[in-house]
């Protein structure tokens, strides 16, 4: 049901421009190692439930429109007696146990939501997808400086949940156009944006303690070779796919065309040689 690990986990850190620090152990009452699957089953699921609006409605025969005036008579048509056009059976009429609307909410206990979390971020944090950055003070909103860090953690194809000690907006900015990448505050983190995530960026003062600030190591430039992005690499893919269907167009109009020409040429040497015929018979 539930496992646990009496060893203290550590966790990589980084400061916010991607510069490696020393591991740093995380807090014992929180990383105890603990992964309770069935309370994190039950907390995704509740979740879940709760995003529902359950607005699927249908009407019965009282509430569909028209249907006041009996159909026909009720003796000497020889047809089944009706009372009313709207009854189920007919078309357009209501609808029998039809959906009529509602609430999919689901509560789960304060412990166990807290359990769940916990149990989410120790298993996040035993597979090593957990990184501390010890600040996220950006002066401005930058989606720029926020791919930057994810770029030198290699997680920048990931799905990546950044966790900030309290509401800062501009980090949430610098993240919200990116597809990939969550930015929230640590305290508002549920089980399910942790599971969702494959890594989870938190800031060292969420978690209760704060890191020395390092000194940033400049990054070495990469050569112009490699420096070629995604998109002109897709970009020259898809002229060289281009190039290569028009080349075998061409090909294909060529065959054609001698295929063609082959009995034209036939059918002219046929023609002559009849003429030449018909003109010794007529000697």
């Given amino acids: 049901m539930a496992e646990t ?36 089953h039950q907390a995704v699921k509740a979740y879940l439930s709760n995003q529902r609006l359950g607005l699927a409605y249908t009407k019965t025969r009282g509430l569909v429109t028209g249907g006041n005036q009996k159909p026909w008579k009720q ?45 989410a971020l120790n298993a996040r944090a035993r597979e090593d997808s957990l990184i501390v950055i010890d600040n996220f003070n ?7 400086q926020l791919l930057s860090l994810l770029g030198a953690l290699g997680v920048a194809e990931k799905k990546v949940l950044v966790l900030t000690d309290g509401m800062k907006q501009n980090v949430f900015l610098s993240g919200r156009n990116l597809q990939r990448t969550h930015v929230m505050p640590y305290a508002d983190v549920s089980t399910y944006h942790i599971l969702w995530s494959d890594v989870v960026l938190v800031e060292s003062s969420a978690l209760g303690y704060e890191l020395e600030s390092v000194d940033e190591k400049p990054r070495a430039a990469r050569p112009k070779s490699e420096a070629k992005s995604a998109r002109a690499a897709k970009a020259e893919a898809k002229a060289e796919r281009g190039a290569a269907k028009k080349s075998a167009a061409k090909k294909t109009t060529r065959k054609a065309e001698a295929k063609s020409a082959k009995p034209k040429a036939k059918t002219a040497k046929k023609s002559t040689a009849k003429k030449s015929a018909g003109k010794k018979k007529g000697k």
């Fill in 75 to 119: 003796k000497g048509t020889g047809r089944a007696r009706q009372g009313s056009r709207r009854a189920p059976h007919f078309v357009g009429g209501g609808t029998v146990f039809g959906p009529t609307g509602r609430k999919y909410n689901q509560t789960v206990p304060r412990q166990i939501r807290t359990l769940a979390r916990k149990s």
């Fill in 138 to 144: 950006y002066d401005k909103p930058s989606t720029k």
């Fill in 5 to 40: 690990t009496n060893s203290t986990l550590k966790a990589a850190a980084y400061t916010a421009g991607g510069t490696e620090r020393d591991r740093v152990d995380l807090p014992g009452d929180l990383f105890d190692g603990t992964i309770n699957m069935p309370v994190m």
